[in-house]
C-alpha cells in the first residue's frame, strides 16, 4: 500500500426496520459518526448483545425446567444461595445486578439445583424492575412445584443511581416475596433470612 493512501471503508448495509438500523440512528443522533472505523459495526454488535441481554422473552419456563421434577420424600428447606444475575432496568435500559437467594419448602416433590438458576436467568434476560424480577421467580417456582412455601431474596444495584440521576455508587436494593409458609409463619421466614443474612449487605 502506498503511503498516504487512502483506505475506503465500506459502510455494511443493514437490514430496514432491524435494531441495527435503529442503533445507526441513535449514533447519528447523539452526534457520532457510524462510517468512522470504531463505530463502523458497532450497530450489529449492539444488535447482537441485546438479543442475548433480553433472550428471555424467547425462553419458556417448562423448556427450561424439561420434566426435572422428581418425588422425595423431605419437607425440609432447599436453599440455592447467591444466584448472580445481570438485568436491564425497563426504565432507562441501564443495567443492574446482583444475587439472588432462593428457598422453598418441597412436598415431596423437588426440582433440579440448576434449574433454579435457569429461572433466574430467564427473568433476569427481560427488561425489567427488581420488584416484579423478585416476584416472578417466586411465582414460577411456587407454580412448578407446587412446594408449602417459596421465599426469594433479591439485593442489586443499579446503573441508573449510579451513572446518572443521585449518582449513588454505594446504594443497593433489597426486595423480598415470601409465599405461603415463608408468608405465614414467622419461625420459616426467620430460618431463611439467619441462612441467608451473611450473604447481604
Partial sequence: MKKNAVVKVMTPQRERGSIAEAMETVLKNLGEDPTRE???RTPERS??????LLSGYSQSIDDIVNGALFQVKTD??????????????????????????????P????????????????????????????QEVADALEEICEPRGVGVICEARHFCMMMRGVEKQNSSTTTSAMRGAFKRGRE?????LSLVQKNLS
Avoid at 444488535?47 to 442475548?52: D, H, I, S, V
Avoid at 432447599?78 to 444475587?99: A, N, Q, R, T, W
Fill in 38 to 40: 470504531g463505530l463502523l
Fill in 76 to 105: 425440609e428447606m432447599v436453599i440455592v444461595k447467591d444466584i448472580e444475575f445481570y438485568s436491564l432496568c425497563e426504565h432507562h435500559m441501564l443495567p443492574f445486578f446482583g444475587k439472588m437467594h432462593v428457598a422453598y419448602l
Fill in 107 to 134: 412436598n415431596n416433590r423437588v426440582i433440579g439445583l440448576s434449574k433454579i438458576p435457569r429461572i433466574v436467568d430467564v427473568f433476569a434476560r427481560r427488561l425489567q424492575v427488581q420488584e416484579r424480577f423478585t
Fill in 47 to 52: 444488535e447482537k448483545a441485546l438479543r442475548f
Fill in 188 to 192: 420459616t421466614r426467620q430460618e431463611f
